[in-house]
């Protein structure tokens, strides 16, 4: 199978804390996408989220700075995962948010990416505008 990598940053008025807390606690998680996420803070711990649309595991992590996560979409081929990295840096403006989304097969590639603006940066700065 053909696969790509989806590298984006992006730099939110909030502290890494708040992002990392975002990314994995479920209901904050559920607040910024408006769709039911059941997400482990633990590595190796399981999560979904949107509906179950996206699922995967946490395989590491160090607390308001990095996520890693083997990562799936509902409608991949069968026990496939790629593997997804969010780096948090505190910048002036709040955090900078590095995305490194790794062997997205090449088919999905151009949802996927544009999914992590529309589902996750866009959604999170809307969020983050409101407090």
Do not use: C
């Not at 992006?10 to 998680?29: F, G, N, R």
């Not at 482990?40 to 996206?54: L, N, Q, R």
């Not at 780096?87 to 709040?94: D, F, P, Q, S």
């Amino acid at each position: 199978m053909e696969t790509k990598t989806i590298n984006q940053k992006v730099v939110l008025k909030a502290s890494p804390h708040e992002i990392y807390e975002m990314l994995l606690d479920s209901k904050k998680h559920e607040e910024f996408t408006g769709q039911k996420a059941d997400i482990s803070k633990h590595i190796g711990g399981k999560f979904k989220a949107f509906d179950g649309w996206v699922e995967g595991e946490t395989i590491d992590l160090i607390p308001d700075e990095l996520i890693v996560q083997k990562w799936r979409g509902k409608d991949w081929e069968e026990e496939y995962f790629s593997k997804v990295t969010f780096e948090l840096k505190k910048v002036e403006e709040g955090t900078e948010i590095t995305l490194t989304h790794e062997d997205v097969p090449e088919d999905k590639y151009e949802s996927v990416e544009s999914g992590w603006k529309e589902h996750y940066w866009d959604k999170m700065k809307k969020v983050l505008e409101k407090e």
